[in-house]
Nanobody, 126 residues
Framework: QVQLVESGGGLVPAGGSLTLSCAASGRTLNLYAMGWFRQGPGKEREFVAGISRTGGDTEYADSVKGRFTISKDNAGKMVYLQMDTLRPEDTAVYYC???????????????????WGQGTQVTVSS
């Protein structure tokens, strides 16, 4: 099990950028598939981006493709979500998630992940 703590959220105008960080404690992330999810007001938690344990494979939700970039520091314990050209509809609590994995895979379903952070609020003003 790995403990995850997100940071970097905040208030940003539409069109702006933010970088979210996810710090893992207890283990390095070279054996973890990682992902970012978000939950907007009154909505279900949804997949945003995922990255394989090696960092070589990524997937994105259609709504963020071309605007968000997920990356992973395998030598350490960090995962990042670079968010550009933010829109008001990106407003949500963003969660980091992890799953111990011996295979190289990108996980996109909430149920596939075992470890979750507490979330960080991102608010995009119009």
């Amino acid at each position: 099990q790995v403990q995850l703590v997100e940071s970097g959220g905040g208030l940003v105008p539409a069109g702006g950028s933010l970088t979210l960080s996810c710090a893992a404690s207890g283990r390095t992330l070279n054996l973890y598939a990682m992902g970012w999810f978000r939950q907007g007001p009154g909505k279900e938690r949804e997949f945003v981006a995922g990255i394989s344990r090696t960092g070589g494979d990524t997937e994105y939700a259609d709504s963020v493709k071309g605007r968000f970039t997920i990356s992973k520091d395998n030598a350490g314990k960090m995962v990042y979500l670079q968010m550009d050209t933010l829109r008001p509809e990106d407003t949500a609590v963003y969660y980091c998630a992890g799953k111990f994995s011996l295979v190289i895979e990108v996980l996109t379903a909430r149920a596939q992940y075992e470890d979750w952070g507490q979330g960080t609020q991102v608010t995009v003003s119009s």
